[in-house]
């Protein structure tokens, strides 16, 4: 049995490309393993509080000295990396949004950015926690940044990358629906896309 963790980023419900490029990728799996456990995390639904002070303090405090406000910010945290701890596969579905990922992501990320937990670090620097899992990234855009001039300008589909790079998960494909917003290209790029989903 697979343990499938669906992260969706993007406010923008039913007309959302990056939600429906990602459900496609979850079917996929499902249509591989029959038995998979699709888990769903629905970053718009649950915000993910902005980093504040007493976050980053309860982050780098011991357990035991925590006030009951900083307990509730350390259970809510590690309950969010149990989920990625649990999960056999972890799709992403990541719009491009002002050259990066939507800001519910980047939260999400500064909650799961935990030394001990998703890292840590040894003689020998830092060391992902997260290994033998697969990363899928269903990422859109109006622009095409995969190649072209704007390539550049992409610091999404590499900034998730790096992430769960240092988290040690570095078995990642990209499944792309680019020129979301240029006409000639829009009318098919999502067909495309989702035609091209591939499962390993």
């Given amino acids: 049995m697979k343990n499938i963790l669906h992260i969706i980023s993007s406010p923008r419900a039913e007309i959302s490309a990056s939600r429906k490029l990602g459900n496609a990728v979850i079917e996929k799996i499902q249509e591989k393993y029959a038995d998979a456990v699709v888990k769903e995390r629905d970053l718009t639904k649950n915000l993910v509080p902005l980093l504040e002070e007493v976050h980053i303090n309860t982050f780098f405090s011991p357990a035991e000295s925590h006030s009951s406000e900083q307990a509730e910010i350390n259970e809510y945290s590690t309950g969010l990396i149990s989920e990625l701890q649990e999960a056999d596969i972890i799709v992403i579905d990541s719009p491009m949004y002002n050259f990066s990922v939507p800001a519910t992501l980047r939260a999400y990320f500064d909650f799961t950015s935990r030394a001990g937990y998703t890292f840590k670090y040894d003689e020998n620097g830092p060391k992902g926690l997260l290994n033998d899992k697969k990363l899928y990234i269903a990422f859109t855009s109006g622009n095409i940044y995969s190649e072209g001039p704007y390539q550049i300008y992409d610091s999404n589909v590499p900034y998730i990358k790096n992430v769960f ?36």
């Fill in 165 to 200: 790079g240092f988290y040690g998960v570095t078995d990642v494909s990209v499944f792309r629906a680019e020129g979301l917003a240029i006409p000639g290209i829009q009318e098919t790029s999502l067909e495309k896309a989702i035609e091209g989903i591939t499962i390993d």
